[in-house]
Nanobody
Framework: QVQLVETGGGLVQVGGSLRLSCAAS????????WDWYRQAPGKQRELVAH???????NYGDSVKGRFAISRDNAKTTVYLQMNSLKPEDTAVYYC???????????WGQGTQVTVSS
C-alpha cells in the first residue's frame, strides 16, 4: 500500500507563488508515476502535472510555463511549484500515484489553493 499526504496550500494573491508537497509512505519504491490534479467548484478534475519514476514530466496546457513538478532524491516526496498564479488556478489540488505491478492507484486528501485578485 501507498499513502499520500498533501501540504502547502493556502491563500495567495494574483501573480504570487506557492509550492505544494505530496509525501508518500508505505511501498514508495513501487510508485510508477505521480500526478497532480485539481478540481475547481462545478468543474471536472483535471490533470495539472505528471512525473514518471524515470523523471519524465508533462503538464496541462493551462499551466505550462508556470508550474513545475519535481521529486526528491529519495523519491518519496513530489512537489508542485506554482508561479504566476491566476484566479483560475483556484481549486483543490490532489496528489495521485500509480504503484506496483498491479498498477494500483491512490489519492491524497487534497489541499485548497485560493488565488485572490
Amino acid at each position: 500500500q501507498v499513502q499520500l499526504v498533501e501540504t502547502g496550500g493556502g491563500l495567495v494573491q494574483v501573480g504570487g507563488s506557492l509550492r505544494l508537497s505530496c509525501a508518500a509512505s508505505g511501498r514508495t519504491w513501487s510508485i510508477n508515476y505521480w500526478d497532480w490534479y485539481r478540481q475547481a467548484p462545478g468543474k471536472q478534475r483535471e490533470l495539472v502535472a505528471h512525473i514518471t519514476s524515470a523523471g519524465s514530466t508533462n503538464y496541462g496546457d493551462s499551466v505550462k510555463g508556470r508550474f513545475a513538478i519535481s521529486r526528491d532524491n529519495a523519491k518519496t516526496t513530489v512537489y508542485l511549484q506554482m508561479n504566476s498564479l491566476k484566479p483560475e488556478d483556484t481549486a483543490v489540488y490532489y496528489c495521485h500515484a500509480q504503484y506496483g505491478f498491479m498498477r494500483n492507484t491512490v489519492w491524497g486528501q487534497g489541499t485548497q489553493v485560493t488565488v485572490s485578485s
